[in-house]
């Protein structure tokens, strides 16, 4: 499965942003999913997940409340809603599909070449 993310940019502190996470290949209900962030020189960090079986999510405590992950009827688009951002949540936003460990470890064969998330103060 290809996956390819939009909805990134340049937002205000306060503000919100969209990130879609679009699948050719196959549709994502095969898949668990997840999305992480990184900036530049630390390591991957886990954000959020959904289950392919019942829809379960998963959220790290940083985003909870703040963040949504789910998967569109049609199954072959995921999304992620940012909302209330700080300047600390700029980052290269990248969704994943299939996990190999842990949903929360960045142990995923296919990612996504991420979605840049710049929140200015």
């Known amino acids: 499965v290809q996956l390819v993310e939009s909805g990134g940019g340049l937002v205000q502190a306060g503000g919100s942003l969209r990130l879609s996470c679009a699948a050719s290949?196959?549709?994502?209900?095969?898949?668990?999913m997840g999305w992480f962030r990184q900036t530049p020189g630390k390591k991957r960090d886990f954000v959020a997940a959904i289950t392919r079986n019942d829809g379960s999510t998963y959220y790290a405590d940083s985003v909870k409340g703040r963040f949504t992950i789910s998967r569109a009827n049609a199954k072959t688009t995921a999304y992620l809603p940012l909302n209330s951002l700080p300047p600390a949540d700029t980052a290269v936003y990248s969704c994943?599909?299939?996990?190999?460990?842990?949903?929360?470890?960045?142990?995923?064969?296919?990612w996504g070449p991420g979605t840049q998330v710049t929140v200015s103060s």
């Open positions: 290949g196959r549709t994502l209900s095969t898949y668990d």
């Open positions: 994943a599909a299939q996990p190999q460990a842990p949903y929360y470890l960045p142990l995923y064969p296919y």
